[in-house]
């Protein structure tokens, strides 16, 4: 494999309004804490927050884009929710990798997004398999 301890793979994304109500509708997740302004505002974060599986998928668009010419499996993902994203925030998620086993073409990753203050609001592990 081509793939070595410490590789990093990242992609940054603004979140908007429009990209919280649209993981809404696909996904049919419409708790209020991210789509209603006068709920959010009594809620400790005073703001509507992004789903935190935003960030997940986030993580897979990373992953499926990077390791495009390698095609993968997606065999499993940790997600730990550190801190909110809000609208307006300016998404990095890297995804750097910590062990290789070749002779089973897996690969695990440290995953991890960061916002504009380069603050973690997740941390995680993915483990993927390169199909040969």
Do not use: W
Not at 49 to 63: E, K, R, T, Y
């Amino acid at each position: 494999m081509d793939i070595k301890i410490g590789d990093k793979f990242s992609n940054t994304r603004e979140i908007t309004d429009e990209l919280i109500r649209a993981f809404a509708k696909l996904s049919g997740d419409h708790n209020p804490i991210h789509l209603d302004e006068e709920f959010a505002a009594k809620t400790q974060f005073g703001k509507r927050i992004a789903h935190g599986m935003l960030s997940g998928a986030f993580i897979s668009a990373v992953l499926g884009y990077e390791f495009q010419e390698r095609k993968i499996v997606y065999l499993s993902q940790t997600m730990k929710f550190i801190a909110p994203v809000f609208i307006g925030d300016t998404i990095t998620t890297t995804a750097t990798v910590a062990r290789v086993r070749e002779d089973k073409g897996i690969v695990i990753l440290e995953t991890i997004c960061t916002n504009q203050n380069d603050e973690v609001t997740l941390k995680g592990e993915a483990i993927v398999m390169i199909l040969t």
